[in-house]
């Protein structure tokens, strides 16, 4: 019997190579930059600039809810994401509450944002390297829009440094990216998803395993309600037959997290297939609001 390490090789060969070979294509027609990925300054190749790191670590924030990994916005601050409220005494209220919830990555004590307090997600927690504004934002929509293939790099290491923090110390956790419609793969020539997974995984040395499948379209999700994600969402992912290994811990990725509607979809396939723990990992999510979302990016 085959041992779960060639088993995991295995699958990597199985899946991997053709996505490798398209994406050396697509360096060859859109060549990454040779410094600064995001302002085109002198810097380390595929690293950001001092002045671009700086723009990052300025723009971090405190967890608001140690669930979703959702962000507090300070008082009176309003820049960001629209349609997105400032932290106050109204709809982005936080709960405290001092019940365990038995899930590594969460601090004590526990904060609970109103959507996670009325209905927790199937996910063990969700985390994100920053607010989705600013230096952020930008590199997502270049990323994804512009083809700028070579912040997936930069963004991948971020992922990297809160998937550390987030997964349970000693656990091996599978990468699992979030995929996308063969529509929508083949309009864009590539999965921004599956980049920063690609990423992150060499950063870490984490198995990278594309398991999941996108597998009817759906239309966009920017502008619906939450209730409309969910509901536009549901039956969307399936995971492929008979390859991810039963028992194991698996980290999602993707790029935005809004509602959550994308990361619980494929947590109940992930689940349902025989993963142990779905853990989130995201370049950036909104600020904790019940507000609408009318206006946001689609999400994980």
Request: charged share 20%; glycine share 10%.
């Amino acid at each position: 019997m085959r041992s779960e390490k060639w088993e995991l090789i295995g699958v990597h060969r199985l899946l991997i190579p053709l996505r490798e070979l398209w994406s050396d294509f697509l360096d060859l027609l859109f060549p990454p930059s040779r410094g600064c990925p995001l302002c085109g300054a002198a810097a380390e190749d595929g690293e950001l600039c001092s002045r671009c790191r700086k723009m990052f670590l300025d723009n971090r924030m405190p967890v608001g809810c140690t669930i979703c990994g959702c962000f507090q916005r300070p008082s009176g601050k309003r820049t960001g994401t629209p349609g997105e409220e400032p932290g106050g005494s109204r709809g982005g209220d936080l709960v405290t509450t001092s019940r365990a919830n038995g899930r590594g990555g969460a601090p004590s004590p526990h904060l609970l944002c109103p959507r996670c307090e009325s209905g927790r997600p199937p996910f063990n927690a969700a985390r994100a390297a920053g607010p989705y504004e600013g230096v952020l934002k930008e590199a997502i929509l270049r990323l994804k829009f512009r083809r700028e293939r070579g912040l997936a790099r930069p963004l991948g290491l971020f992922l990297a440094a809160v998937a550390r923090e987030l997964v349970p110390p000693g656990t091996l956790p599978l990468v699992v990216p979030v995929p996308l419609s063969r529509k929508r793969l083949a309009a864009r020539g590539f999965n921004q998803a599956e980049c920063l997974a690609r990423e992150l995984s060499l950063t870490l040395g984490w198995p990278l395993v594309p398991v999941l499948r996108k597998v009817r379209e759906t239309p966009p999700q920017t502008g619906l309600s939450r209730a409309d994600r969910l509901s536009n969402l549901s039956g969307t992912f399936a995971v492929v037959p008979d390859v991810l290994p039963p028992g194991r811990v698996v980290l999602l990725v993707d790029d935005v997290f809004t509602t959550g509607s994308t990361a619980r979809e494929c947590t109940r396939a992930l689940l349902a297939s025989g993963a142990a723990a779905v853990y989130v990992v995201t370049v950036a999510a909104p600020f904790c609001s019940r507000n609408s979302t009318a206006g946001l990016p689609e999400d994980a």
